[in-house]
């Protein structure tokens, strides 16, 4: 019997075992949903972000952004999290069915090898601004974009906590 530590901690995939599992389940019709983002201090925003993703289909799988990429899109001071823990803090959300970390500055290389039938982005996102969304429109998926929750930002919080 797993722990529930071990429990959180094997929904956090390599490529390899996460492209498996997305092939058993679309093999059994599920829906799968993906998303992406730093998510250096999750906050409410971040929550309900993730929350209206899941509602998209029957599998979400959450893209993080490496130590390191958020360091080359954030600036030196970010993150303020380490991967893993970012990566566990995700996989710890009931409604989040697989966490991976990726290096690269834009997912696009997990969309075409995952290929998932939903691909959701937040609000300050246009369709030709969003990596992967023609990959996805092309095989008759769909793109998302869900409006942000105002008043939540991690760069909000972190000047706060420095000041």
Not at 74 to 103: E, T
Not at 112 to 136: F, H, R, S
Request: aromatic fraction near 8%; charge should be neutral.
């Amino acid at each position: 019997m797993q722990s529930k530590i071990e429990q959180i901690q094997h929904k956090i995939f390599t490529l390899s075992n996460l492209l498996l599992l997305v092939n058993q389940w679309k093999m059994l019709s599920k829906k799968v949903v993906f998303t992406n983002g730093c998510f250096d201090i999750i906050h409410q925003g971040h929550n309900t972000y993730l929350l209206q993703a899941a509602e998209f289909g029957n599998k979400l799988i959450v893209a993080v952004n490496s130590d390191d990429s958020v360091r080359r899109l954030k600036g030196p001071k970010r993150p303020v999290v380490d991967q893993y823990s970012r990566a566990f803090n995700l996989a710890s959300h009931l409604y989040i069915d697989a966490v991976i970390i990726f290096d690269e500055d834009t997912p696009e290389q997990l969309i075409q090898t995952l290929q998932p039938d939903v691909l959701v982005k937040g609000g300050d996102y246009t369709l030709d601004k969003i990596v992967g969304a023609q990959d996805v429109l092309k095989r008759g998926g769909q793109v998302e974009i869900i409006p942000f929750l105002e008043g939540y930002s991690t760069t909000n919080i972190v000047e706060k906590i420095q000041s």
